[in-house]
């Protein structure tokens, strides 16, 4: 497996992230059903499809928050299937979650700086860090880069919800992420946390590839090269934003009341 | 079982020669080269069957345990000491009425209401509150064990087996046979296997009862999925506040069973909630065969144990869990998450 | 790192005005009334007697950092250990096996500055392994396994005669002379006791805000979100057990030295439970807590007996009385008295506000 990976590297197409004939079940339920998904190094990708289509699971499955049921996961032609999620973090893997999961009890600034340590060395450092410590200047930074330096030492339990919604983005920028997994970002954003939203997801760097799950059309096919869309656990169609926007099978499936 | 076959052939194979081995061990003649290296056939078959016995009193506390538990998520550290309780009070009632039976019924109810009490004042309010729960019965605990030795003072009790039980009884196994060729048979109290045989009843028919009725599903449902269970339209505070009651009972019962084969002292209550947290751990939290399987565990590797490396009895009890929890960390029958 | 080397966070204002003499952060931002204490402490020899010196504040300090080793894990990391005073009885064993004691037999009789590091290290690594086994469970179940394993302990060292002397344990176990001190006398354990509780005090409060003692809070507050930061859970969970056992083995060398003896009793059930008892009624939010709760312990413990036969009870019935103080605690401040007094204070506040504001209007 990794002289393949080493040989698609060395042609320049390895792969960011690639699904081979991952399914998760639930019990008798399958939330994923065989799905096969490549997606170039700084490709980025929105997926849409219905509640329950397994946009979520997919997720889960890459981060390795639960193990697939059957098949294997590559990230950069690397074999992930059996890594702990924090393995997978450490190769360059970043995910924001649906519900903000944050820690409530510390400052912004602290929760960025606990993901720039996580991802570096020092996680188990019995000393506290100097004012002039690059991690906490990368911290600084991701707190300027998502608007909150205002609200930088507020426990994160007194910030409005976007603001914990661009917290989310922060946590998932820290370090040098290679590929990063946004769940509904925009989710319950006003139009102007949204368009802020955008011009974040724009203004990262080419080689960042990510991918998008959002339900709101908008927002998704103004960052995103390329479009999947599931439904019921299975990969429907694949394609550019304009040929899934003008294709009649999926316009069926959204109209046809697939949402809910 | 056929499944697990296929799933594990060369589990099954193993459990089926150790079966096997087991059984020779009992029903043989033992040869002189397995008395000289394991000692008297007597010696290993008492051993087996004290260790069963101890099984089944390590059962009946932890199964009351396992099931508040297991519905409830609720950790009565306040356990040990309703064992305790419902023993005294088996023991007084069981001296002024002389009625070893009436004995089991009255401490079975006082430790149901004691269990409800517990239920409503206690866990009720502080739904949710793991950590909370588990420091209140630490603290009931305490107060219990101090009014317990206030009440009944720092002495062995024992609880007098009734005429109709006493004595021993003859099985049909050979221990040796003697030189003059008479087999010599094995005796055991008998009291011990009616106890041994009232908790393999109980344990069936809580089994029954929560996988063949038709709320016992419901309330195994709930055990999975509270919201699904008040959906049903159960009134959930009032089957939880019985099914409390009766994990508490049969504490209570375990106590009387507890002192009419040991004794009752202080002290009992710590070491029989021990022994239900290393069985529940064993056998996995909430789960009623579980606690059967770790139990029989826990009370065989006692009785061998002081048998046959009696500084070390402890140790192998302990190691038991030790390899549970790093191999199968939810419990030999648990189901994770 | 304005928010990380501060002991709350409110007070980020006054890191971001500008910065008044040449007085490290830490000093200034300690509240006057702990100056008081620490001279208090510092002087206190001068006007106590021995008994006050060596019984109850020496007793305090080792309980209370036994108890401080469990609100570490429960406080920050959120894993209710019971194992602790266990460790701490380990490494008592460990200074009675490898040093001296009645116990000619067993004890080897090898220097201190040998027997201590060693009780040390072999005691942080039972704890580091009972936190490896604890963790490989979440919540309410860590309670339960480390119970059980405190009692497998307990247990053994009853039964093992080897190594363990059973039943009667070890007799006679003194702390050492050192630089011509000798340190089993009521004022120099005094001073010793004091400087090991403050400086596992301050180790506690500084690592709080360490990089690891915050990824501990992390943890604590949401496992998932950390494993999906970069953080190795289990690792950082074992390494708590491991920081807050070396707390404990060192405690529990100096409860040895105390009483001259250590015997299965001294880790067994009651002093498991009497050590959360401590640590709960203090407060495990902040690591003064522990201390505050070993404190009440020892003075109930040493003088409940005679006042409750003041007042006319049965002494007996000293346990009881723990119990439902216990139960009060619990019940009421699920925060210990700690959280009393932060609501006691809060409440204050906000009647000086009110009133202030009354004055204006």
């Not at chain 1, 998502?146 to 007194?158: C, F």
């Not at chain 3, 009881?320 to 210990?336: E, H, R």
Request: hydrophobic fraction near 50%; proline fraction near 4%; include cysteine.
């Amino acid at each position: 497996m990794v002289t393949v990976a080493e040989r698609l590297s060395a042609a320049g197409t390895a792969h960011a992230l690639e699904l081979l004939d991952v399914s998760r079940f639930f019990g008798a339920l399958s939330a994923l059903a065989e799905v096969n998904l490549q997606v170039r190094s700084g490709e980025k990708r929105a997926i849409l499809g219905s509640n329950g289509a397994g946009k979520t699971t997919l997720f889960n499955c890459v981060t390795g928050d639960f193990l697939p049921s059957l098949g294997r996961i590559r990230f950069f032609g690397e074999d992930v299937t059996n890594y702990p999620p924090h393995e997978r973090i450490r190769r360059g893997l970043r995910r924001t979650y649906q519900i903000s999961l944050l820690f409530h009890g510390l400052t912004v600034l602290d929760n960025v700086y606990l993901a720039c340590r996580g991802v570096s060395r020092g996680r188990f450092s019995l000393l506290r860090p100097r004012r002039d410590d690059a991690l906490f200047h990368s911290a600084e930074e991701l707190v300027e880069a998502v608007h909150l330096t205002a609200v930088r030492d507020s426990l994160v339990a007194e910030l409005s919800y976007g603001q914990q919604r661009q917290l989310e983005i922060a946590l998932a920028l820290a370090g040098a992420p290679r590929f990063i997994l946004f769940d509904e970002p925009a989710a319950g954003l006003s139009p102007t946390e949204r368009s802020e939203l955008i011009e974040i997801l724009q203004s990262l760097p080419g080689h960042m590839g990510f991918i998008i799950i959002e339900h709101d059309m908008d927002v998704a096919l103004r960052v995103v090269e390329s479009v999947t869309v599931m439904h019921n656990g299975r990969i429907f169609k694949e394609g550019s934003p304009e040929e899934i926007e003008s294709d009649p099978q999926v316009q069926e499936l959204y109209l046809g009341g697939g949402h809910g | 079982m056929q499944r697990f076959i296929e799933r594990h052939p060369v589990w099954s194979l193993v459990i089926l020669i150790a079966a096997v081995f087991l059984l020779w061990l009992i029903l043989a003649e033992w040869p002189r080269g397995l008395v000289a290296f394991a000692g008297r056939k007597k010696v290993f078959l008492n051993a087996l069957l004290n260790g069963i016995t101890l099984g089944g009193l390590y059962f009946l506390v932890a199964s009351g345990f396992t099931l508040i538990f297991g519905l409830m998520r609720n950790v009565n550290l306040a356990h040990g000491s309703l064992y305790l309780f419902g023993g005294y009070i088996g023991y007084t009632v069981a001296t002024a009425s002389n009625s070893w039976i009436l004995s089991f019924i009255v401490a079975f109810i006082a430790m149901a209401v004691l269990g409800m009490l517990l239920q409503v004042l206690v866990f009720r309010r502080m739904e949710g509150e793991e950590l909370r729960q588990t420091l209140v019965t630490i603290g009931i605990s305490i107060v219990l064990a101090d009014i317990l030795l206030w009440i009944w003072g720092g002495d062995f009790y024992q609880i007098e087996t009734p005429d109709w039980l006493f004595g021993a009884i003859k099985l049909p196994i050979i221990t040796a046979v003697k030189s003059s060729g008479d087999a010599v048979y094995m005796k055991y109290p008998l009291v011990r296997l009616v106890i041994l045989a009232a908790s393999i009843v109980i344990g069936v028919a809580m089994w029954l009862a929560l996988n063949k009725t038709k709320i016992g599903m419901m309330i195994r449902a709930g055990v999975d999925d509270r919201d699904m269970l008040s959906a049903t339209g159960i009134r959930i505070q009032l089957v939880f506040v019985l099914v409390f009651a009766f994990g508490a009972g049969l504490a209570g019962v375990a106590g009387v069973v507890g002192g009419t084969f040991q004794s009752l002292a202080p002290g009992e209550d710590t070491r029989f909630l021990l022994a239900s947290l290393v069985v529940v751990i064993v056998g996995g939290m909430g789960s009623i065969p579980g606690a059967a399987l770790g139990a029989l565990l826990i009370g065989l590797s006692e009785q061998f144990g002081s048998v046959y490396m009696p500084t070390y009895a402890v140790v192998l009890t302990f190691l038991i869990m030790v390899l549970v929890l790093a191999f199968r960390p939810q419990g030999l029958l648990g189901s994770r998450g | 790192m304005a928010a990380i080397d501060q002991e709350t966070s409110q007070s980020s204002v006054a890191q971001t005005s500008p910065r008044r003499a040449q007085l490290p952060a830490w000093i200034e931002n300690t509240h006057p009334a702990f100056w008081l204490l620490a001279l208090f402490l510092l002087f206190l020899p001068a006007f106590a007697n021995d008994f006050f010196q060596f019984q109850i504040m020496g007793w305090t300090f080792i309980l209370g950092m036994i108890a401080l080793s469990l609100m570490f894990l429960a406080g920050y990391g959120g894993m209710v250990s019971l194992v602790q005073m266990t460790v701490a009885g380990c490494a008592g064993y460990m200074v009675a096996i490898f040093g001296t004691s009645a116990a000619d037999a067993i004890s080897l009789q090898w220097p201190w500055w040998i027997v201590v590091p060693v009780a040390l290290a072999i005691a942080t690594a039972f704890g580091t392994i009972s936190g490896a086994l604890a963790v490989r469970t979440e919540g309410i179940y860590t309670i339960m396994i480390t119970l059980a394993i405190a009692a497998a302990f307990f247990y053994f060292t009853r039964q093992n005669y080897v190594i363990f002397n059973g039943f009667s344990g070890f007799n006679q176990i003194r702390a050492p002379v050192v630089f011509g001190i000798k340190w089993n006398d009521a004022t120099p354990f005094y001073y010793l006791t004091l400087f090991f509780a403050v400086l596992s005090y301050a180790v506690v409060t500084y690592v709080s805000r360490a990089p690891f003692g915050l990824a501990l809070q992390g943890i604590r507050d949401n496992p998932r979100r950390m494993e999906a930061l970069g953080f190795n859970v289990t690792a950082h969970r074992i390494a708590a057990y491991a920081f807050a056992a070396l707390i404990a083995a060192v405690a529990g060398i100096l409860l040895t030295w105390q009483n001259g003896q250590i015997s299965p009793g001294t880790a067994g059930i009651g002093a498991v439970i009497d050590i959360l008892v401590i640590a709960v009624v203090g407060g495990l939010r902040r690591p003064i807590g522990p201390f505050i709760g070993a404190f009440i312990y020892v003075l109930l413990r040493t003088f409940a007996l005679d006042i409750l036969t003041e007042v006319g009870l049965d002494p007996k019935r000293f346990k009881l009385l723990i119990g439902f103080g216990f139960l009060a605690i619990v019940f009421f401040s699920p925060d210990g008295v700690l959280g009393l007094w932060d609501r006691w204070r809060a409440r204050q506040k906000a009647r000086s506000i009110s009133s202030a504001s009354g004055d204006s209007s």
